[in-house]
């Protein structure tokens, strides 16, 4: 069982910044695919951004150039810098582990093994 638990979320300003923690429990985190994911209210969960154990990343068209995805392993954490915050970002945003990886980049949720509670971030127009 892998136990993730994000942070960092809030309320900011269009054009704004944040910066998301997602922190894993396991000491094999470095092997994990890591996502983001986001789900704003009545909308399905969409992908975000994934980082490979390798540290190749890939971004969904909507956040590409704005968002980047990085990963710390020796604190079994990765991270999701957000700027230039619009206020179509606002969601529900989960981290999620990948960790037997089939694909090069996973974007669906079913390819993810396990998933974080999630955090609320809000941005004002």
């Known amino acids: 069982q892998v136990l993730l638990v994000e942070s960092g979320g809030g309320l900011v300003q269009a054009g704004g910044s944040l910066r998301l923690s997602c922190e894993a429990s396991?000491?094999?985190?470095?092997?994990?695919?890591m996502g983001w994911f986001r789900q704003a209210p009545g909308k399905e969960r969409e992908f975000v951004a994934v980082?490979?154990?390798?540290?190749?990343?890939f971004y969904a068209n909507s956040v590409k150039g704005r968002f980047t995805i990085s990963r710390d392993n020796t604190k079994n954490t990765v991270y999701l810098q957000m700027n230039s915050l619009k206020p179509e970002d606002t969601a529900v945003y989960y981290c999620?582990?990948?960790?037997?990886?089939?694909?090069?980049?996973?974007?669906?949720?079913?390819?993810?093994?396990?998933w974080g509670q999630g955090t609320q971030v809000t941005v004002a127009s």
């Open positions: 396991e000491r094999t985190f470095s092997t994990y695919t």
């Open positions: 999620a582990a990948d960790i037997s990886p089939r694909t090069t980049f996973p974007q669906y949720r079913y390819e993810y093994d396990y």
């Open positions: 980082i490979r154990r390798s540290g190749g990343t």
